[in-house]
């Protein structure tokens, strides 16, 4: 069977398509070329084969430290019980990572489109296709399991690496990769490596997009959960608001 190449690639994004591509039998290689780039050679999978998981690392789990230590970065007033509550509604009451030590992820094909211009609407429409509703068929396809999520974003990072780690949230609370900068990160990379290294550096992208988003900060204060859930999902943001609150109040908020 051929192999394919994925070549001139940052560090970060040759071991998220080697990650996703080594499979039994794929004989999947990476490897650092003389001019700093890496690539990655596998061999096709017959379709339904099913992926194997990465190796699990040891991942650094929160602490209620860091919680209380997020909810003072994010300014007074703000309680650690709203922080808590984002991070129990975005990751569904889980963790931030996969059993396999994958970062929780979800591709959004209608970002990838628009960061790569359409251009890949007619030749990948799985991959890049419009808006039309919230979580539709194409995203329920491309996220049907995180192995399903992760073999999505590697098809992406083969036409365009930087616009598919932007196309995906990440993590514990599934910020938007790009909103890498707003986070403070000075690329997508970097954003995408610390969303690997562990749930803090989860919480931090989480705590710079917060502090970044005109309004967010002053409806944690004012326990607006409304304005926090159009800020941070979306004017179609369902019953998000009533998920935080709850949450919210769970974890002893009042």
Known sequence: MAQETRSGLSEAQARIVYNAQNQPGSNAAI??????????????????????????????????????????????????????????????????????????????????????????????????????????PEWQQNNKTQDTAWATLAKAMALDAGAAQQACSWGMFQVMGFNYRTCGYATVDAFVAAMRAGEAGQLQAFVGFCKAQRGMVEAMVGKDFKMMATIYNGADYGDYDKRIERAYKKYGGS
């Open 31 to 136: 490897a650092r070329q003389s001019d700093g780039t890496w690539t990655v050679t596998w061999s096709p999978q017959p379709a339904g084969a099913a992926p194997a998981p990465a190796a699990a690392g040891s991942v650094a789990k929160l602490t209620q430290a860091d919680i209380d230590t997020a909810a003072r970065a994010l300014g007074p007033g703000v309680s650690a019980a709203i922080v808590r509550a984002f991070a129990e509604v975005e990751s569904g009451g889980k963790s931030g990572f996969g059993a396999d030590g994958r970062p929780v992820i979800a591709y959004e094909g209608h970002t990838f489109r628009k960061l790569t211009g359409a251009k890949y609407d007619a030749s990948f429409p799985l991959l890049s296709y419009p808006y039309k509703v919230k979580a539709g």
